[in-house]
């Protein structure tokens, strides 16, 4: 059973626009399973500032991320620094009369904790499974998994979803009252994430037709 949020903490309270605050955790799942990249950002061992993007997946109550041992970025992060992850979806631009009234229409979390690093042979799978999942649904059944040279040199992240809270803009444009009868079209113009036409390897061999990861192409709560 999924663990539920207990509320805002001081860390995640959200204080511009308030409104616009979610702590619901099923509203905090369900952005973190859309979004495809995430920002997670840190100290660095020297104490300089770091922000990187990164792959992602939630299974259950953890937050799996992706890099590379190799990276030196990543090294803070392995030994136990405290983290600040984002995750953000864009769903319109919202055109208003005025210019400083524009805004755009949104998800996002944020999740505040410390991540540990995978070690264990079966908790790498399902991390790795996962994130091949979150980056095309089904996929993890139709690709080689990794091997154990690839895990050594692959960096997986356990991260709890502990401290989150997520924001959330709908709607129009919210325009002055003396703007309003300007002769300026407002509203908004949606966006949405959409696959194009597959783009087959060169090197494909003969005769692989696209597998249903492709044709079926689906984001988990997307369009």
Known sequence: MLSRMPGPTPRTQVHRHPERGDYDRDTIDQILDEALICHVAFNDEKGAPRCLPTIHARVGDTI??????????????????EVCL????????????????????????????????????????????????????????EARMPTDAEYKQTLL???????????????????????MELPIWAGVLPLHTQPGEPEPDPQLSEGLHVPPSVTGYHRPGGH
Request: hydrophobic letters at 45%; aromatic letters at 6%.
């Open 86 to 141: 984002v995750a953000t979806i864009v769903d319109g631009l919202v055109l208003a009369r005025s210019a400083f009234n524009h805004s755009m229409n949104y998800r996002s979390v944020v999740v505040f904790g410390t991540a540990r690093e995978v070690t264990d042979p079966e908790e790498l799978h399902t991390a790795a499974a996962a994130i091949t999942s979150h980056v095309a649904p089904g996929r993890e059944h």
């Open 64 to 81: 799996y991320l992706h890099g590379s041992k190799a990276a030196r970025a990543w090294k803070a992060l392995r030994a136990g620094a």
């Open 157 to 179: 992240l356990a991260l709890p979803l502990d401290e989150a809270s997520a924001k959330v803009r709908t709607g129009a444009p919210k325009d002055d009252a003396e703007d």
